[in-house]
């Protein structure tokens, strides 16, 4: 993985804008007001990576762009590079004034961004910069502080003692990964007491990927793995499969990203020692405060710049701060509605939900 790709220049992370969207949740694409004095194209990358992007991404989206009486069109690329570029084609055929992109990697967004500046159409960066691109702003949380967190989560979780850890770090072609990474290292490689003994990236972000190589880091480490530095919640699932399969579940410590049904339970489990909580409602309403901001010809709002060393550019950016989470505070992410309680604590997990505070 590449190190040191992006610098980042938050002005202050209190500073991350907000939208108060209300609304249900239910609208479909192409929704908003008739009025509207423009129409927003979001494209997703895919259904696999994370379960976010369906689940709380696109309502959050939805709820936003309606309170703004806003007409959109919110598509998923489904993790195909050919199906972004369509997709995005349809939209700028329909007219719509600002695009929204998460890319799938750096080409074919950079393709897509350059076809949307030639027709006029302005572009936002959403949760992961394109490098190369041409967006006029990219909205996400600080991914080298992500990876910071991550290791300070994982370092609370060892403590001082003598560990051997890996990395299963993101796709490669995803630079929100490489930034994980570089977080992650940058606290990690100062502890003398620990030994980093393999790191590879998991393509696609794929959990049965992470497994495979997971197992294999195990085998050739003959078990003396005592820490994971897993980049998300999927891949820290990964891994607690394949040490529940050697016995050796809750013996090692585990981080994750995302805090998903599954990392949540592995935490109250014991399996995985740690979350990184991103607010997604945080992310979609600054997207959104931005589109709206564009379409009305009003300066947007930013909080700091993100260096493009490829494009060789700041981006104007809106940056906002992720958030650790470990077993004693699981309950703000139910608190937050972003975990359902009625889905984290059935079964076997209303004690272990109890014992964590949330009633």
Not at 45 to 61: A, Q
Not at 82 to 94: G, H, P, Y
Not at 183 to 194: C, E, I, Q, R
Request: hydrophobic fraction near 40%.
């Amino acid at each position: 993985m590449r190190k040191g790709i992006l610098s980042l220049t938050a002005l202050t992370a209190a500073a991350a804008l907000t939208l108060t969207a209300c609304g249900d949740d239910s609208g479909e694409s192409g929704g908003g007001s008739e009025s509207a004095k423009g129409k927003v194209g979001v494209i997703l990358p895919d259904t696999t990576s994370s379960v976010r992007y369906e689940s709380f991404d696109r309502p959050y989206l939805e709820q936003a762009f309606k309170a703004a009486g806003v007409g959109y069109d919110i598509q998923n690329a489904e993790g195909s590079a050919q199906r972004f570029q369509t997709i995005a084609d349809q939209m700028l055929t329909s007219g719509v004034t600002v695009l929204i992109v998460d890319g799938l990697d750096s080409n074919s967004a950079a393709a897509v961004q350059r076809k949307a500046q030639a027709q006029g159409v302005k572009t936002i960066d959403y949760d992961r910069l394109t490098l190369g691109g041409v967006a006029d702003y990219y909205v996400s949380f600080d991914n080298v502080k992500v990876g910071e967190e991550l290791g300070r989560g994982l370092q609370k979780c060892l403590g001082e003692k003598k560990s051997n850890i890996v990395y299963l770090n993101g796709a490669p072609t995803d630079n929100n990964a490489t930034l994980f990474s570089q977080g992650a290292h940058s606290v990690l490689d100062k502890a003398a007491t620990y030994t980093k003994v393999a790191e590879q990236a998991v393509p696609e972000w794929k959990a049965e990927r992470a497994a495979t190589i997971f197992e294999q880091m195990w085998t050739e480490q003959q078990g003396k793995i005592d820490g994971v530095v897993a980049a998300n919640d999927a891949l820290g699932g990964a891994v607690v499969s394949i040490l529940k399969k050697n016995k050796e579940a809750g013996q090692v410590a585990v981080t994750g990203q995302d805090a998903t049904l599954e990392g949540l339970q592995n935490i109250l489990d014991g399996n995985q020692c740690m979350t990184v909580y991103k607010p997604v409602k945080q992310e979609a309403d600054a997207a959104a405060k931005l589109a709206v901001s564009l379409i009305n010809g009003r300066k947007a709002e930013t909080n700091g710049t993100v260096n493009d060393p490829t494009g060789k550019r700041d981006v104007p950016s809106v940056l906002l701060t992720p958030i650790p989470v470990f077993k004693d505070n699981v309950k703000q992410v139910v608190d937050d509605g972003f975990i359902k309680k009625a889905d984290l604590c059935k079964g076997a997990y209303a004690a272990k939900c109890a014992d964590a505070g949330i009633r």
